[in-house]
């Protein structure tokens, strides 16, 4: 007898072992029709499989979150058996899922051309629709390299020769293909449906090495249906239209160039963007308690030696070394510095909690081939501060902190926003029992913020848990920015202490705080979840005032002139162009209001407003145009 217990809490009862399959079939044929595979006691399994002993189980379907990933794990695995079949010289290697697709790295002497994504595609649509069984096979690990480097696999042999010798060799066969995989997969081909499409081709090193050879990336999407994958598509159409790269370069914000990689060179608008963002941070910190600090660039090695940084992290820092032999390093972070801040002076119990914060510029050596315009450099600056408390203030400042980035995000047009709790990861630093410590109060805070948070396992920083905040923008996509961290290790590491209530010396906790993460990527990220259209608050250029004839100059001039002195920050169109094409320009560069003004409204005194993306204009007079703009452009710390 096996009871099957279901997620409900209902039990049915079966004469012997049971497979996914007979389950789902004696529940429903719907949901027989729609099963793709089981979690039994929590763990992923093949739907045809024998459940054989008492057990938990819950059927998973194509459209949910486990069958989705199940659809592009497989989907990788059909393109692999595409291109062999069009293709057989090419060895397959790797092929993972990842957010909203998958990939498979191949080798092949010529280059994948669209001509062949598109054949690709539609064999891959063929072996759906052939519907082959895909069956898990147990191998000899022997026989398993032996057969792959008969077939020339020599790239799968030497990923088999090194699974340790504890584990099984699992294969699964689908028609003539035969692929290495820890499983589980969909019963078969046709389970997977036809909502994929191939993407794009791309260099990736074998293992991710660039020592290695170089092998072809093809990138696809998948998803549970037709109307999803149209929708995903279409998204990706309108992210291009926003990229932060191109509207950067219409904007004249900002650009990049190989003699300084990772680094941004940024343009006065750009510049005026991004000082908009760090003028509102600073009163906003300043509203809560925090001090503002600056702390060097370059400092000795040994205080990152201390730290733990230079082994946790040294791989990312850039080390250098001055003619008397001095090794110093660029810093990655800001924490070490704020550590030596805290630590001038005696600090009391009753100093606590101690708040520092710093728009430090920090340096991070990232592969060339992950830098991605602002969202992925090498030298950035984080809005960065450091809360020094006793272990009694752990919950309730990572509470303020969170509820400071609510507020901040909130106030730059993100009202959706989702919370990870990532927790020790196999590198750290710090005993176990300080993990649990830190890790507990952490969901302390959680509980009090009353919010819906995921577990993140395995991606806390090396000194402690954190928690992090992603952002979804208009278009749906999700961003990781802001971090709150519990840090039990650094303070003990570095000799920061304080003056106890009985006397005795402790080591503060030190809550690691970042709000927008850094300002570069926050700032691109911006550009694109506004598509440029940026709220007047945050425009670098907010008014243009553009005359009609050269009539009007002069007063151009001083409606520009006021203008300014409310605040705005304005500028004058007097080139000798029909106002059209003044419209239209300014209109590329995504100024928020455009003032027309010609000989009449020089007469009377008034201004025709035009607003971006609107066709119709506005008559007011000039007073009241720049006092209800005045009013609009204020920061959301001063409404």
């Known amino acids: ?19 996914g399959e007979e389950l789902a079939a004696s529940i429903s044929k719907s949901l027989a029709k729609a099963a793709v595979a089981v979690r039994v006691d929590g763990k992923l399994k093949d739907i045809y499989l024998p459940i054989e002993q008492d057990a938990t189980v819950e059927i998973v379907t194509r459209d949910s979150e486990d069958g989705v990933e199940l659809l592009r794990h497989d989907c990788a695995h059909v393109m692999a058996e595409a291109v062999k079949e069009l293709y057989p010289d090419t060895q397959v290697t790797i092929g993972p ?12 002497e010529e280059r994948f051309t669209p001509e062949d994504l598109e054949k690709i595609e539609a064999r891959m649509r063929e072996i759906v629709q052939r519907d ?3 069956r898990r096979e147990v ?8 057969f792959f480097e008969g077939m020339g696999e020599k790239y799968k042999a030497e990923i088999i020769a090194s699974i340790p010798e504890d584990e099984e060799v699992g294969l699964y066969r689908q028609g003539e293909f035969i692929d290495l995989c820890r499983g589980p997969h969909l019963p078969s081909t046709g389970k997977l449906g036809t909502s994929f499409k191939l993407m794009s081709v791309a260099g990736a090193y074998w293992r991710g090495d660039s020592r290695n050879e170089m092998l072809q990336r093809i990138y696809g999407t998948a998803w549970a249906s037709d109307k999803e994958l149209k929708a995903y598509l279409q998204m990706l159409e309108e992210a291009e239209k926003r990229d932060h790269r191109r509207l950067g370069r219409e904007m004249d914000l900002f650009h990049m160039q190989e003699e300084g990689p990772g680094s941004v060179f940024w343009h006065p608008k750009g510049w005026t963007l991004f000082q908009a963002m760090i003028a509102y941070m600073r009163e906003k910190q300043r509203l809560a308690g925090y001090q503002e600090i600056n702390t060097p660039e370059v400092l000795d090695k040994s205080l990152w030696e201390k730290s733990g940084h230079l082994e946790k992290f040294g791989e990312n820092m850039y080390l250098t070394q001055t003619p008397d032999e ?13 550590v030596q801040v805290f630590k001038q002076g005696i600090k009391s119990y009753r100093d606590l909690p101690y708040y520092l914060a710093e728009f430090g510029k920090v340096h991070r050596y990232e592969p060339s081939g992950a830098l991605h315009g602002v969202m992925r450099v090498r030298a950035f600056v984080q809005d960065d501060a450091h809360i020094f408390c006793t272990e009694a203030q752990i919950a309730e400042e990572c509470v303020k902190a969170s509820r400071l980035i609510y507020e901040i995000y909130r106030d730059f047009g993100f009202d959706d926003v989702r919370v990870k709790f990532s927790d020790r990861p196999e590198r750290r630093v710090g005993s176990d029992e300080v993990w649990d410590h830190a890790e507990n109060a952490l969901k302390e805070a959680l509980n009090q913020l009353q919010v819906e948070w995921t577990l993140n396992p395995g991606e806390g920083a090396f000194y402690g848990p954190k928690l992090e905040f992603v952002l979804r923008d208009a278009i749906g996509r999700d961003w990781q920015c802001g971090t709150v961290q519990v840090d039990l290790n650094l303070p003990e590491r570095l000799g920061a202490t304080y003056v106890d209530k009985d006397g005795e010396r402790r080591h503060p906790v030190m809550i690691h705080r970042a709000l927008f993460g850094s300002l570069e990527r926050f700032c691109g990220i911006l550009i694109e979840h506004y598509a440029g259209h940026f709220p007047l608050w945050l425009a670098p ?5 553009a005359t009609i004839t050269d009539d009007a100059d002069d007063y151009a001039l001083e409606v520009l002139s006021a203008a300014r002195a409310r605040g705005l920050r304005a500028d004058a169109d007097l080139r000798n162009e029909k106002i059209s094409y003044k419209v239209r320009e300014h209109s590329v560069t995504k100024v928020p209001v455009i003032l027309v003004v010609g000989k009449r409204e020089a007469e ?4 025709a407003m035009r607003r971006l993306g ?15 703009l005045a009013d609009e452009a204020r920061s959301p710390l001063a409404r």
């Not at 899922?97 to 092949?108: M, P």
Request: aromatic share 8%; charged share 25%.
């Open 1 to 19: 007898m096996v009871n099957i217990t279901l997620p409900d809490g209902s039990v049915r009862e079966f004469d012997g072992p049971v497979s």
């Open 139 to 146: 191998w000899d690990r022997n026989e398993a390299v032996e």
């Open 97 to 108: 899922t990842i957010d909203n697709g998958f990939y498979y790295d191949f080798s092949r």
């Open 132 to 134: 082959e069984p895909i």
């Open 541 to 545: 250029e907010q008014v243009i005032v």
């Open 614 to 628: 609107g066709k119709a204009q506005e008559v007011m007079s000039l007073d009241a145009a720049l006092d209800a």
């Open 326 to 338: 001095r090794v110093f390093a660029l810093k990655p972070m800001n924490c070490p510095g704020h």
């Open 604 to 607: 009377e005194r008034t201004v």
